[in-house]
């Protein structure tokens, strides 16, 4: 979503509004007008998470859909992946570039990363995945480390899987592994470090366990958070910190100064969030709401940090002294 051309939308919609005269009365105008307007007068990008979004990218790619001409039994598309299949080479290279032809009409194109040829018969599924998925696992200390071995390693061949994340499912039975929680915990906090993308799943595992009267260390933990959080705040990445910041909160794991300040460093609506919150139940030492406060100026509520600001000054954890928030006609009311 964030990189569709709001016009884009107006050529899909009515694709007369690309022909003079311009007939701004077409309804491809009037969306786009008001896509425009809710993303701050830039026509570049989609509001991420609002239902009309992925109806307007439905639109968007249903033209190009249409300008492929392919059979729907060689074809299949899933939000904006593409997977479509030929008898030749020949026949897929063309495709591809005709793809991308079509795709660069609204101003879109093919991620190099993502975008590949690959030849038939190939697996269904990774070969990791059987690996794991068959695993005798046993509620011992060799076999769950034998289980983290087994991921780690295979994380080496297939570094952009989300191995980890797959291999800990098992370990959700709190009732067969509670005898075992200190090393599930002390490999899963080296697992938070080692995959990004399985932070929530071990974050849910570890309040899983919580939840059920299974003692946690919080030391390990916490060592593993500050580690974390300083690794993400320099590149303000937020999501992992966010994720974290919740687990210190419900095991009530207290954050020292150095953390404090590096988390007030961050612009992250969330993140900020979640350290106002743990700084008023005295778990987070050093955090400065300074950044903040700057941020309560006349149009704030309207600026890229409301959700911040707005939910901020409602718990009384920034003090709205020039009224910004609470003057506001809108925001105020809530």
């Given at each position: 979503?964030?990189?569709?051309?709001?016009?884009?939308?107006?050529?899909?919609?009515?694709?007369?509004?690309?022909?003079?005269?311009?007939?701004?009365?077409?309804l491809?105008?009037?969306?786009?007008?008001?896509?425009?307007?809710?993303?701050?007068?830039?026509?570049?990008?989609?509001?991420?998470?609002?239902?009309?979004?992925?109806?307007?990218?439905?639109?968007?790619?249903?033209?190009v859909?249409?300008?492929?001409?392919?059979?729907s039994?060689?074809?299949?598309?899933w939000?904006?992946?593409?997977?479509?299949?030929?008898?030749?080479?020949e026949?897929?290279?063309?495709?591809?570039?005709?793809?991308?032809?079509?795709?660069?009409?609204?101003?879109?194109?093919?991620?190099?990363?993502k975008?590949?040829?690959?030849e038939?018969?190939?697996?269904?599924?990774?070969?990791?995945?059987?690996?794991?998925?068959d695993?005798?696992?046993?509620?011992?200390?060799?076999?769950?480390?034998?289980?983290?071995?087994?991921?780690?390693?295979?994380?080496?061949?297939?570094?952009?899987?989300?191995?980890?994340?797959?291999?800990?499912?098992?370990?959700?039975?709190?009732?067969?592994?509670?005898?075992?929680a200190?090393?599930?915990?002390?490999?899963?906090?080296?697992?938070?470090?080692?995959e990004?993308?399985?932070?929530?799943?071990?974050?849910?595992?570890?309040?899983?366990?919580?939840?059920?009267?299974?003692?946690?260390d919080?030391?390990t933990v916490?060592?593993?958070?500050?580690?974390?959080?300083?690794?993400?705040?320099?590149?303000?990445?937020?999501?992992?910190?966010?994720?974290?910041?919740?687990?210190?909160?419900?095991?009530?794991?207290?954050?020292?100064t150095?953390?404090?300040?590096?988390?007030?460093?961050?612009?992250?609506?969330?993140?900020?969030?979640?350290?106002?919150?743990?700084?008023?139940?005295?778990?987070?030492r050093?955090?400065?709401?300074e950044?903040?406060?700057?941020?309560?100026?006349?149009?704030?509520?309207?600026?890229?940090h409301?959700?911040?600001?707005?939910?901020?000054?409602?718990?009384?954890?920034?003090?709205?002294r020039?009224?910004?928030?609470?003057?506001?006609?809108h925001?105020?009311?809530?």
């Amino acid at each position: 979503y964030p990189s569709v051309y709001s016009h884009a939308i107006s050529w899909a919609l009515s694709p007369r509004t690309r022909l003079p005269p311009f007939r701004f009365r077409l309804l491809g105008n009037r969306i786009d007008e008001a896509v425009i307007r809710c993303q701050g007068k830039r026509s570049i990008g989609l509001q991420v998470g609002p239902d009309l979004s992925f109806l307007l990218g439905e639109c968007l790619l249903a033209r190009v859909d249409e300008s492929l001409g392919c059979d729907s039994d060689q074809a299949f598309r899933w939000f904006d992946d593409y997977e479509l299949g030929f008898s030749t080479l020949e026949e897929a290279e063309a495709m591809e570039a005709l793809l991308s032809r079509e795709l660069s009409k609204f101003r879109l194109q093919l991620s190099d990363e993502k975008s590949r040829i690959i030849e038939l018969p190939f697996a269904t599924e990774p070969e990791w995945k059987p690996r794991l998925r068959d695993f005798p696992l046993k509620a011992t200390i060799e076999s769950v480390s034998s289980l983290f071995d087994a991921a780690f390693s295979l994380r080496t061949s297939f570094p952009d899987d989300e191995i980890v994340k797959y291999a800990i499912s098992p370990l959700f039975n709190a009732t067969k592994f509670h005898k075992v929680a200190n090393v599930v915990v002390d490999l899963a906090c080296q697992a938070l470090l080692a995959e990004p993308g399985s932070v929530p799943r071990i974050v849910a595992l570890l309040i899983h366990y919580s939840l059920n009267s299974i003692p946690v260390d919080k030391a390990t933990v916490a060592s593993a958070v500050e580690l974390l959080i300083k690794r993400h705040y320099e590149r303000d990445v937020g999501s992992d910190i966010a994720w974290v910041l919740l687990l210190c909160k419900v095991l009530r794991i207290p954050l020292p100064t150095t953390t404090g300040k590096q988390l007030s460093c961050m612009r992250d609506d969330v993140v900020a969030l979640l350290a106002m919150d743990l700084d008023n139940c005295g778990l987070l030492r050093g955090w400065s709401t300074e950044l903040w406060q700057a941020e309560l100026k006349p149009g704030a509520s309207w600026g890229p940090h409301w959700l911040c600001l707005y939910e901020a000054v409602r718990r009384s954890w920034l003090p709205d002294r020039r009224q910004v928030i609470l003057s506001d006609a809108h925001f105020g009311a809530l």
